[in-house]
């Protein structure tokens, strides 16, 4: 047995051999979490941070909730892995009929995968292998229509389908093409278009696209409610809505990237059923296992498991899966996640804590440097800008975004920004105590780094 390292060996480890995603390593000091108590993650040096972005967007219960570790336990005296490739097992099986029973009617089929990427990327190929084998074939729909903006992970279809242009731009030549139309930002809609009228502005950007191609689309794909990456985009209400009623019209398939929007974030179990849409895909992945676990859904329709029906010898099968696909681990602390929903009210709990964070919100809105606020049940952003009146965002090398969360981190609150967006994205079990917490030094952040 290897002694246990030190903290400073660990610390240079973790420096020099593990490479961080989304982090300039030449730049990186460790932050070595050990453990956590509920909404608190505790570091090696015994210093305590409430995690105001739920570790990336996926905790939603609180960290070592008994009984999400219970399920794990349980799970772990039967089996901890079997193949999906041909078998199954009772954890799974159970996981995917609970998921059709809470999903948006008409989504009856699940495949399951490990990351919200690898759910997106099924969802594009099973669009475009149905095109070909339904029963009257399109196989000239080949093209998808996205959001600029848009995250949907870092695989390469996942990347072809995204647009956030520092993340994406250097891979284009290994991407295919597809059609982008803006994203529904309100705050900075084109000149000559007020806010009110952003809605009928954007919606009739996409039908102007599909009524000009939709013979090559294949689906149209998109964050429902908020972009998260883009910098929490909150879209106007009603245009989810619209461009469902415009695909239906024009025979385009819909992928709702639901990754960072489902299971709970936004008030709902999924952001969909806010505005009664069914998509044709549902895509879940981060808060599916309370944060516990990689597992991922792609939901679709019975029109599309269809297509994929036949003998053996016509091959449309769907030929696609990871080894650990449908990991009953997986599978069971997603259950016990759903459970928990169920006993502990979480949605029923959550708008007292939604409105407080909006009083927070209010008061934030209104510091120099605050461009704008914008808000969807615990999901939050806020922008700074240079120019309040102008809009015009800081420079993203100055790193004010980064700079306001290295402040609250020595409030004993945990941030991660995006660009020049702070997000305040907590567990849904976050106490009203600790948003006043971080709400407080988020504002004290921002004016610390906003000064000069
Ligand atoms: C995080 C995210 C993804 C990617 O999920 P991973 O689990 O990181 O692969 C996809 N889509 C959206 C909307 C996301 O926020």
Redesign the pocket.
Known sequence: MMPEPSREELRRWDRYHVWHPFTQMAEYEPLIIERAEGCVLVDVDGKRYIDGVSSL?CNVHGHRHPRLDAAIGEQLQRVAHVTALGASNPTTIKLARRLVELAPPGLEHVFFSD????A?EVALKMAFQYWRQRPEPRPEKTLYLTLEDA????TLG?VSVGGVSRFHDMFRPLLFRCLRVPSPNPYRTPRGVPRQRALDHYLAQVERVLAEHHAQIAAMVL?PLVQ??AGMIVHPPGYLRGVRELTRRYDVLLVA?E???GMGRTGRMFACQHEQVSPDFL?L??GLTGGYL?L?ATLTTHEIWQAFLGDYAESKTFFHGHTYTGNPLGAAVALASLDVFQQERTLENLPPKIARLRQHLERIARLPGVGDVRQRGLIAGIELVRDKATKEPFPWEEKRGIRVCQYARTEGVLLRPLGNVIVIMPPLAISVAQLDQIAGAVQRGIAEATRE
């Open positions: 967007w990351d919200g990427a690898t997106v995250y949907h992970g870092d996942g964050e998260a990456a990237d990754v960072a929007v895509c992945a981060k990689p991922a």
